[in-house]
């Protein structure tokens, strides 16, 4: 069971570039999550998902997209990094159901914009 | 939005100590959830304790929902517990978004 799996773990950018961090749980969550944390800070909710096809703006998310067209899956897309978005991003994910509704996290990406 | 507040900022404490830590919370809330996240960056849950006690091990944690805060008690603390320990609040209204304070960071002494 591997949980929450974040890919990259680590990764460099230039400013103005691209991206997308991929997530994926095999938990069959219906809620997903973004998280940024910068240096030493708490986190910050980018977006979230209540299901596939459902998603919304969290505290912080310009700069940002997202989508969700299935369960399992919940990237997050940086259009045009800037150095403001040098952070380490978590995804989670959580149950609907469950009596005992746990935030599940990935293990991280670190993002750097130079 | 609401706010979350924890306290203390940070915490040095010997082996074998205990302590407590403190989240405010400004709104009712649906759930909250205390986590540990290690020095390498990993974020494991807690507990998850919207109100009422819960322990394990050597931690244990009340909320008073009514009273809007959260407790986490660590006795006879080991440097393993070194990290920063954050709590997070659902809202009761306003979508299902869980949000951070921002942490208290704790480092145990040998």
């Known amino acids: 069971n591997a949980g929450v799996t974040q890919t990259p773990k680590f990764r460099i950018l230039k400013i103005g570039q691209s991206m997308t961090l991929q997530c994926a749980q095999d938990?069959?969550?219906?809620?997903m999550y973004w998280y940024r944390q910068d240096p030493g800070m708490g986190l910050k909710l980018i977006y979230y998902?209540?299901?596939?096809?459902?998603?919304d703006k969290g505290e912080v998310p310009n700069g940002y997209n997202v989508s969700r067209s299935t369960t399992e899956y919940f990237p997050l897309r940086l259009e045009l990094a800037a150095p403001s978005q040098t952070s380490v991003y978590f995804c989670?994910?959580?149950?609907?159901?469950?009596?005992?509704?746990?935030?599940?996290f990935g293990s991280g990406t670190q993002l750097s914009v130079l | 939005g609401i706010q979350v507040e924890q306290s203390p900022p940070d915490l040095i404490l010997q082996e074998g100590a205990n302590s407590t830590l403190r989240c405010n919370f400004s709104?009712?809330?649906?759930?909250l959830q205390w986590f540990h996240q290690n020095p390498w960056g990993q974020l494991i849950n807690l507990f998850y304790?919207?109100?009422g006690t819960k322990q394990n091990g050597r931690l244990s944690a009340t909320t008073v929902a009514t009273e809007r805060y959260s407790l986490l008690y660590i006795s006879s603390s080991q440097t393993t517990d070194s990290g920063v320990y954050f709590c997070?609040?659902?809202?009761?209204?306003?979508?299902?978004?869980?949000?951070f304070g921002a942490g208290t960071r704790l480092f145990v002494k040998a």
């Open positions: 709104d009712s809330v649906n759930n």
């Open positions: 938990m069959n969550h219906n809620y």
């Open positions: 989670a994910s959580s149950s609907l159901t469950a009596t005992n509704e746990k935030l599940f």
């Open positions: 998902s209540v299901g596939a096809g459902i998603t």
């Open positions: 304790i919207p109100s």
């Open positions: 997070a609040v659902e809202r009761s209204t306003g979508g299902f978004k869980t949000i």
